[in-house]
């Protein structure tokens, strides 16, 4: 029952703020709300017990990708002194309001996660295991995850360029 109330309640804040990434009308505040919704998707993931994929989602989305994207923002300057002038102190209890409640939320999934009692159901192969999972990503996915990592070179490159003809 409680695991229930709780994907729904992440997926509820999953897609509201997925909603709120695209109408919002200021860049930092839709990146915020990304990752936001980042972070309830890996808290889904948790719900259906499946930590791995949690923490990844959120070390490469939430953390690696979503500081280059702010990053890019920051480097692109969309905040002028009119907007800076916008500030709101409701945001900040709003925020903080928001903070306690997804860790409240957390709390007894957190609590009641016992390592011993994971499911040990896998079969010779060991499908589902990180070094399955590593086997297959560097065998038969070497190419598309080379290429990632190309693109993501070039967009460093790309922010790199523009903010030197800014400058």
């Known amino acids: 029952m409680m695991e229930t ?27 915020i709300s990304l990752i936001i919704c980042l972070c309830a998707v890996a808290a889904l993931y948790l719900t259906l017990e499946s930590p791995f994929i949690a923490a990844v989602q959120i070390i490469v989305y939430a953390g690696a990708i979503m500081v280059l994207f702010v990053f890019v923002i920051m480097l692109l300057d969309p905040f002028s002194t009119s907007i800076l002038g916008d500030k709101r102190k409701s945001l900040r209890y709003l925020a903080i309001l928001l903070g306690v409640v ?12 016992n390592p011993a009692q994971a499911p040990r159901n896998l079969d010779a192969a060991g499908v589902g295991s990180v070094k399955h999972l590593g086997q297959v990503l560097f065998s038969e996915y070497l190419l598309p995850f080379e290429i990632t990592s190309v693109l ?16």
């Open 5 to 31: 109330a709780l994907f729904y309640l992440f997926g509820a804040i999953a897609l509201l703020s997925a909603i709120n990434v695209v109408v919002q009308k200021k860049v930092f505040y839709s990146a």
């Open 152 to 167: 993501i070179l070039v967009a460093i490159i790309g922010v790199v360029v523009l903010a030197k003809r800014q400058s």
């Open 102 to 113: 997804v860790l409240a939320a957390l709390y007894p999934i957190l609590k009641s996660y």
